[in-house]
């Protein structure tokens, strides 16, 4: 098992991505920590990962307070004494024409998306310093945050944003021992990406911009996560790893 005895905490990690991060680290014999906003679906995600073996604990809270990341970290602390490997995963998403976006909902992506991962990426990282035994970070980030998609400037800005502060925090963390990346996924089967996928006049046109000709499985992101969590890539920091089909290299 490639986490054995290892703590692991992701954020949002009760649906989605995050969830199949959760299981995934389980499987591989991680202690996980999730958190999210929802009491009964996180306990159910938690539940889960008991059912296959897996140790875990559910933590309700808002990453864009930082009082909420101030519990999260402690309770982690208070369960398990240390903290090897964070999944800043929670995120939200609303399509919106450029010319239409509210400062509300500017605000809400850059709170949640950008600022959550600074709060919870801090946090941990000076839990992680003052242990002193280094420690892995793995920002969630998207292709949106290397290049530009219609209809998610707010979105958009909030990954590319997270990219240069993965590369900011590996700069300062990397001589303390702390490797921070961030994974880029192209679209993926989750909530979030439903409104889409479920709608076979959109889809169509869509699948044609990624050369594999399907969108991705929570799942394969979990993989890549797993990598960057490991001793596998342990050379590696302030990289931002794509996984997307092929998608960003087509240019038509
Ligand atoms: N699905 C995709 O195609 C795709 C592609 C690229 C990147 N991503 C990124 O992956 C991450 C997960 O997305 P997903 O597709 O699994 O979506 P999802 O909606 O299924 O999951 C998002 C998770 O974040 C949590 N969350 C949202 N706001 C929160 C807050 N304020 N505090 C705490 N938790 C909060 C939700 O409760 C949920 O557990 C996001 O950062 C998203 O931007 C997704």
Same mark, same amino acid.
């Not at 600022?115 to 990282?125: D, H, S």
């Given at each position: 098992?490639?986490?054995?005895?290892? !703590?692991?905490?992701?954020?949002?990690?009760?649906?989605?991505?995050?969830?199949?991060?959760?299981?995934?680290?389980?499987?591989?014999?991680?202690?996980?920590?999730?958190?999210?906003?929802?009491?009964?679906?996180?306990? +159910?995600?938690?539940?889960? !990962?008991?059912?296959?073996? %897996?140790?875990?604990?559910?933590?309700?809270?808002?990453?864009?307070?930082?009082?909420?990341?101030?519990?999260?970290?402690?309770?982690?602390?208070? +369960?398990?004494?240390?903290?090897?490997?964070?999944?800043?995963?929670?995120?939200?998403?609303?399509? /919106?024409?450029?010319?239409?976006?509210?400062?509300?909902?500017?605000? +809400?992506?850059?709170?949640?998306?950008?600022?959550?991962?600074?709060?919870?990426?801090?946090?941990?990282?000076?839990?992680?310093?003052?242990?002193?035994?280094?420690? /892995?970070?793995?920002?969630?980030?998207?292709?949106?945050?290397?290049?530009?998609?219609?209809? &998610?400037?707010?979105?958009?800005?909030?990954?590319?944003?997270?990219?240069?502060?993965?590369?900011?925090?590996?700069?300062?963390?990397?001589?303390?021992?702390?490797?921070?990346?961030?994974?880029?996924?192209?679209?993926?089967?989750?909530?979030?990406?439903?409104?889409?996928?479920?709608?076979?006049?959109?889809?169509?046109?869509?699948?044609?911009?990624?050369?594999?000709?399907?969108? %991705? &499985?929570?799942?394969?992101?979990?993989?890549?996560?797993?990598?960057?969590? /490991?001793?596998?890539?342990?050379?590696?920091?302030?990289?931002?790893?794509?996984?997307?089909?092929?998608?960003? !290299?087509?240019?038509?």
């Amino acid at each position: 098992m490639r986490l054995s005895g290892k !703590i692991a905490l992701i954020t949002g990690g009760s649906a989605g991505i995050g969830k199949a991060i959760a299981a995934r680290f389980g499987a591989e014999g991680a202690c996980i920590a999730i958190t999210g906003r929802d009491k009964e679906t996180l306990e +159910q995600a938690v539940a889960e !990962i008991k059912e296959q073996g %897996g140790d875990a604990i559910a933590i309700c809270g808002d990453v864009q307070r930082a009082a909420d990341v101030a519990n999260m970290v402690r309770t982690v602390q208070d +369960q398990w004494g240390t903290i090897d490997v964070l999944v800043n995963n929670a995120g939200i998403c609303r399509t /919106s024409p450029f010319l239409d976006i509210s400062e509300e909902d500017w605000e +809400q992506h850059m709170a949640i998306n950008l600022k959550g991962t600074f709060l919870v990426g801090q946090a941990v990282a000076r839990e992680m310093v003052k242990r002193g035994q280094g420690g /892995s970070i793995i920002n969630m980030s998207s292709v949106n945050g290397l290049a530009a998609e219609a209809d &998610q400037a707010h979105y958009n800005a909030t990954k590319g944003g997270i990219n240069l502060l993965t590369m900011s925090m590996a700069l300062e963390l990397a001589p303390l021992g702390i490797r921070v990346n961030a994974l880029c996924p192209g679209m993926i089967e989750t909530r979030l990406t439903k409104p889409l996928i479920d709608n076979p006049v959109a889809l169509g046109p869509y699948l044609h911009t990624i050369p594999m000709g399907r969108v %991705g &499985q929570p799942d394969e992101i979990a993989d890549a996560a797993l990598f960057l969590a /490991s001793g596998d890539s342990r050379y590696m920091t302030g990289h931002c790893l794509v996984v997307d089909g092929g998608q960003f !290299i087509k240019l038509s």
